[in-house]
T-cell receptor, first 116, second 114 residues
Framework: GAVVSQHPSWVICKSGTSVKIECRSL??????MFWYRQFPKQSLMLMAT?????????EQGVEKDKFLINHASLTLSTLTVTSAHPEDSSFYIC????????????FGPGTRLTVT | AQSVSQHNHHVILSEAASLELGCNYS??????LFWYVQYPGQHLQLLLK??????LVKGIKGFEAEFIKSKFSFNLRKPSVQWSDTAEYFC????????????FGSGTRLLVRP
């Protein structure tokens, strides 16, 4: 149990276009979802916290107008990278928590974004 | 501000060697502590966690970690590593507020040579 999926697993887009990444909790309802960014050979940096039906809370330094997060249901959160630039190329990982297991975070497999 | 430090960025061991990865955290309050592993091409998996109680916690795949409150440390150990332990290991801390946010260390890349 407690599986989190992401779609797509990798995407290449042209500079200036927008890309949407989906994060789904497959077998549980997630009270909260998180979005992370991981640069090559570096750690995960939390971008934002997403709660169903409310606005996401962004970490300091993360542009909310560039990284749009929508949490439409208890099983789906989306991250849209708007007007993507090559510096947005990265590995984006989502996670979800549930009240079970003391709100342990379950991670998705990640999405590799390359902006050309 | 909360922070997590992992002192070893790269570790190379031979099979059957013992492993200890350091993790220190900075946080002004009670914390939950975690070790995650990321195998090549795979997603993060929880190795073990500490919430309270016995400071020596055992996780999956023979890993264990010891919480030393006075040293703000949560070092990961394994008595005898295997080639399949080659992966990246992340220490993480979570404060006891309602956000449930995790703060990750920079990670340690472990290479186990057969």
């Amino acid at each position: 149990g407690a599986v989190v999926s992401q779609h797509p697993s990798w995407v290449i887009c042209k500079s200036g276009t927008s890309v949407k990444i989906e994060c789904r909790s497959l077998d549980f309802q997630a009270t909260t979802m998180f979005w992370y960014r991981q640069f090559p050979k570096q750690s995960l940096m939390l971008m934002a916290t997403s709660n169903e039906g409310s606005k996401a809370t962004y970490e300091q330094g993360v542009e909310k107008d560039k990284f749009l997060i929508n949490h439409a249901s208890l099983t789906l959160s989306t991250l849209t990278v708007t007007s993507a630039h090559p510096e947005d190329s990265s590995f984006y990982i989502c996670s979800a928590i549930t009240y079970r297991n003391s709100y342990e975070q379950y991670f998705g497999p990640g999405t590799r974004l390359t902006v050309t | 501000a909360q922070s997590v430090s992992q002192h070893n960025h790269h570790v190379i061991l031979s099979e059957a060697a013992s492993l200890e990865l350091g993790c220190n955290y900075s946080y002004g309050g009670t914390v939950n502590l975690f070790w995650y592993v990321q195998y090549p091409g795979q997603h993060l998996q929880l190795l073990l966690k500490y919430f309270s109680g016995d400071p020596l916690v055992k996780g999956i795949k023979g890993f264990e970690a010891e919480f030393i409150k006075s040293k703000f440390s949560f070092n990961l150990r394994k008595p005898s590593v295997q080639w399949s332990d080659t992966a990246e290991y992340f220490c993480a801390v979570r404060g006891m507020d309602s956000s449930y946010k995790l703060i990750f260390g920079s990670g340690t890349r472990l290479l186990v040579r057969p």
